[in-house]
């Protein structure tokens, strides 16, 4: 149980040069009739520089988290204050290109968006910290290009690590309506996994699993929504979804998804 959790978000957009600074920070104690109990007391201050266009993007950030944690009842030889301070530089950028298209009988806009994410963070030893609400966030497009692949607080991953991804979509030039979404993306590790959750076997390989997806309208109100994760190594479909939409008219809809 968390008695209690305090949270606080700040964001300020008028820093210099076009600059972004936010502030997350949280304080919580972790409650338990029979297990370890604590206070976990976070700061993370970022600050960010968008670079944008209507061609192009690009985010430099520099993050900080700062954790401390005060355990009761630690066992003897065990510190019962532990401090964590794990530095963060990400850059994401991406380019988008678009160009006039004549298919399904109609003129339409084609777009190709590719997009690249460079993460580091340094290893920081972790051991010692208990684990009282991580673990391991799903795979799919959003977490490859987020920056902790766990979740919860407990728990920075290191990484030096590259996400490739590149979108196109079909876009109705009269409306703006997008039509259909194709993407394909795939992370590159430059280094071994050090950090883990206990019971984690440590990462070796050099690249995640490839990602793709496909999703769009087959007509006026019927559309599809695809999506599979492919592990290279070892020439798998760890997963794949299917799913599809009827909606006759507004308040009335018929969905089925298939998944393995």
Known sequence: RRLPQLTLNAARADMPLGGLFALRGEFVH??????????????????SLPIQSAAFFLTPKLALHSTTYHLQDQPAGTPDRLTRNVPLFSLDGGVVFERPLAAFGRELTQTL???????????????????FDSGMADFNFAQIFSENRY?????????????AAITSRLIDPANGAELLRGAIGQRFYFKNQEVTLPGETPRTSNMADFLASLTGEVRPGISLDSGLQYNPHD????????SGRYRPEAGRSLSASYRY
Not at 40 to 46: A, D, E, F, G, M
Not at 114 to 131: K, N, S
Not at 153 to 159: C, E, P
């Open 30 to 47: 972790f409650a338990h009739p029979t297990q370890l109990e604590g206070t976990r007391s976070t700061v993370n201050p970022q600050i």
């Open 151 to 163: 979740s919860g607080g407990d728990r920075i991953g290191d990484a030096n690590q590259l996400t």
């Open 235 to 242: 020439h798998q479909l760890r997963r794949f979804t299917l």
């Open 113 to 131: 968006e590719p997009r690249f994410y460079y993460l580091r963070v340094p290893t920081r030893t972790q051991d010692q910290i208990p684990v």
